[in-house]
């Protein structure tokens, strides 16, 4: 892509991932990226394939806001913004929680740090909703990139939901033998948010499964999900149409399709009462980036003591933990056999999503590997019509839609994978890239409504019918798509996006998953509670809502319908409440997980785990995380750029350590009866990132320093320095720490605390698991920076 503007001498703050420390090299501002190349990195390859972002880049369409520091002062810098100084260092504020700072040499020339910062700034920020176009165009409209991704093969590995086969492939996986795919949809005539393929009972025919599609709010009737290998059957379903006349025929189709292969019970889980609505949701996940990311072009922030209290207001936890209640509930309800679970929502188009996901991931170990993940985002989330484009809002015209569900569900899945992590393939680094790659408008995978809109945008297709020619393919000529569009690649496609060596932590190695042997007609199941229910009178129907089980008579309306005498004819008599304890006595495992012990009453002397128990996930206060990898990777970056101090002037905790040192070693040349006035030569401390905390108001430090190895002798740890550590622009360093003009050391005036733990806690208590310490030992090497051994 065509430079902009560019920037030489200028480092890079690396993040713990990274390596930490600083990278020097040469800043670029493109159409499409802000790209950072350094200066001892390899060269480029011109056989490489083609990629959109390096390993140190950013999109424009990622960043919110910029930011730069000069001599004492901030400043947001806007389109329209004018500089009367010279930053000294440029901080970019990411839509995924990011925190890219640059730090200018005092080499750089003044010209080209203002204009790469005026650059970024008019650049990043979409003037218009049309300018996401201009933005693809940038990334993707090359010939090169054309023909690269016009000839890129898709992932054969995983299971893409979109033919027959694909869906076939599952039910065969799952032993759902019972059901099968129907392509009554294929023109989206029936539905259009549904996939062109759904999956059914076998016993119910496309010409009968047609008259259903009126009964169910935007024609979402129950369809199948996933099969527990113990029998019973996951379904997923809109809210009823009650203004519907039910004829005769309609009831019974109704039922089978709501029955699906069980005929004994069905349970009907309602999701709109207990679990957050999207606007909740959005409103929750600002709160939670306001409190974590913070803003260093204000001076508000949230003191210490209200830190932990301001986190609970924002309820993003309560939600999370509100979500993975229902699956868990589902899940045990699934493991009992010999019934039918539908999980029912008014459009069937937001939690019904989280929770459905949720569940498998709970009870199917191929849907904890990287392959069946992707495969499962596929089936439950872009085929089953979740609102990614009106959710994410790429072109910030309809703020009334978004919600971030989908990070809802991520995050839900990393606190499974932090109470589980020897059951997950997949990895935190892996939830992470996703979490970033939805922040891109680029992926045909988020940047439609239904399977309908991603077809329309692929093919800039219609269809119109004539009694001659019966249905015909018809070029729009109002579509607001143009064949000369970029493709849109998947998001699956990593190798765009990252490096082998970021993809290889991806996945960790697990046990092979035993293959999936179902009892295809009968049930493995041999808990008496089961079998009690297995003999319920034949059509019976539950809600479950609020963790209760209740029978009301308007569940289904064409049963509380007054014209509808068909359905005393067609049963014997309605649902009993006899039946309610049975299922409760299913839900007794969920109530295991109310206690820490929970996690290995499962795993007791009868022998290895049943790779299919559901992980039931302790909600308790304590181990209920923050995803800290996700949520604080920019605020330790905020708080050490939150006051502009130059980077060679060392904090005031680094000086403290070594005013303690001094002291330390005159009194071991007392001790030895040296001469204590003899000047001794004490080695310059190294500096490192663990205290770049630089705030001198009531600073609040997320990540501390290194704890001291022993309270009796304490010793300072010996800082890194990075081999490519250039001059900056403040002043030059000196033998004893001076201070910056305009700021006053007041020793104990200035008051500094950690929120967390000390680093060298390596494994946290189990009254300790809201925010465990960074564990130093695994961070990633990086070729620009070294790491303290």
Not at 112 to 136: C, R
Not at 455 to 470: D, E
Request: aromatic residues 8%.
């Amino acid at each position: 892509p065509c430079v902009l503007q560019r920037a030489v001498m200028v480092r890079k703050k690396l993040t713990a991932r990274e390596g930490r420390g600083w990278l020097s090299g040469t800043l670029f501002c493109t159409h499409f990226r802000v790209a950072f190349v350094p200066q001892d990195g390899p060269k480029a390859d011109d056989n490489a394939d083609p990629v959109l972002l390096g390993d140190h880049d950013v999109a424009l369409a990622s960043i919110e806001k910029v930011v730069v520091v000069g001599p004492n002062r901030t400043k947001l810098v806007s389109p329209n913004s004018s500089l009367k100084f010279t930053p000294e260092e440029l901080v970019l504020y990411c839509r995924d929680l990011r925190v890219i700072c640059f730090l200018f040499d005092r080499l750089t020339p003044d010209a080209q740090v203002l204009e790469i910062t005026y650059t970024i700034a008019k650049t990043y920020q979409p003037p218009k909703p049309g300018s996401v176009l201009s933005f693809q165009n940038a990334a993707l409209g090359s010939v090169e990139m054309k023909q690269f991704l016009s000839n890129r093969r898709r992932d054969t590995h995983m299971n893409w939901f979109e033919s027959v086969s694909d869906w076939e492939q599952e039910l065969e996986r799952c032993g759902a033998t019972s059901w099968r795919v129907s392509s009554v949809n294929d023109r989206f005539e029936m539905s259009c948010s549904l996939p062109r393929f759904i999956v059914v009972p076998q016993k119910v025919l496309d010409t009968e499964l047609k008259k259903s599609f009126a009964h169910f709010n935007e024609g979402r009737i129950p369809r199948w999900c996933w099969r527990h290998p113990r029998g019973s059957d996951l379904l997923r379903m809109a809210s009823f149409q009650n203004n519907i006349y039910h004829e005769k025929d309609d009831i019974r189709n109704l039922e089978m399709i709501l029955f699906g292969c069980q005929s004994s019970l069905c349970v009907v889980v309602e999701l709109g009462e207990e679990l957050p609505s999207p606007a909740d949701i959005q409103l929750a996940h600002g709160r939670l980036r306001a409190l974590c990311l913070g803003d260093i072009s204000t001076s508000v922030s949230v003191p210490d003591d209200k830190w932990l209290s301001t986190l609970e207001s924002t309820r993003w936890l309560d939600y999370t933990r509100s979500c993975l209640k229902k699956a868990s509930e589902v899940a045990c309800l699934l493991r009992g056999g010999h019934l039918t679970v539908a999980l029912q929502e008014a459009d069937d188009r937001d939690m019904s999503c989280v929770v459905s996901s949720l569940v498998q991931v709970m009870c199917d170990p191929h849907c904890r590997t990287q392959h069946g993940f992707q495969g499962l985002v596929q089936k439950e989330w872009v085929m089953s019509g979740h609102r990614f484009y009106s959710r994410i809002n790429y072109h910030r015209d309809n703020d009334k839609e978004e919600a971030p569900v989908f990070l809802l569900f991520l995050d839900c899945v990393w606190q499974l994978l932090s109470q589980y992590p020897s059951r997950f393939q997949l990895t935190d680094d892996f939830l992470l890239a996703l979490h970033d790659s939805i922040h891109l408008p680029l992926f045909s995978s988020f940047l439609a409504n239904c399977q309908r809109e991603r077809c329309k945008r692929s093919q800039n297709l219609g269809q119109s019918y004539t009694p001659v020619n019966g249905w015909r393919d018809l070029l729009h000529p109002d579509s607001s798509s143009d064949p000369s569009d970029p493709p849109l690649p998947p998001v699956w496609d990593w190798a765009l996006q990252y490096s082998q060596h970021r993809r290889d932590r991806f996945t960790q190695p697990i046990p092979p998953i035993p293959p999936l042997q179902p009892l295809l007609n009968g049930n493995l199941n041999t808990n008496p509670d089961s079998h009690r229910l297995a003999d319920t009178i034949p059509g019976s129907v539950f809600l479950l809502s609020r963790g209760t089980f209740s029978c009301p008579a308007n569940l289904l309306p064409w049963r509380s319908s007054s014209s509808s005498g068909v359905y005393k004819k067609s049963h014997r008599r309605a649902a009993s409440s006899e039946n309610v304890p049975g299922l409760e006595r299913l839900l007794k495992a969920w109530a295991l997980t109310e206690f820490p012990h929970g996690l290995t009453s499962m795993s007791g002397p009868q022998g290895p785990l049943d790779p299919y128990e559901p992980l039931l996930p302790i909600l308790m206060g304590p181990c209920m995380g923050l995803w800290r990898e996700c949520y604080l990777r920019g605020a330790l970056h905020a708080q050490a750029f939150s006051h502009p101090i130059s980077a060679n002037h060392p904090h005031p905790v680094e000086r403290l350590a070594r005013e303690v040192q001094q002291l330390k070693d005159k009194l071991a040349q007392v001790s030895s009866g040296t001469d204590p006035h003899q000047p001794s030569k004490i080695a310059e401390p190294r500096r490192t990132d663990t205290n770049l905390n630089q705030n001198t108001n009531n600073g609040t430090f997320l990540f501390p320093a290194q704890r001291p190895q022993s309270a009796v002798t304490p010793r300072v740890t010996p800082l890194p320095t990075s081999s490519n550590h250039q001059t900056s622009r403040g002043p030059p360093p000196a033998s004893a720490p001076p201070f910056r003009p305009g700021h006053k050391d007041n020793g104990g005036g200035n008051k500094h605390t950690f929120l967390f733990g000390h680093s060298s806690v390596t494994e946290a208590r189990p009254d300790q698991r809201y925010y465990p310490a960074p564990n130093n030992a695994k961070l990633p090497k990086s070729n620009g920076s070294s790491i303290p051994s």
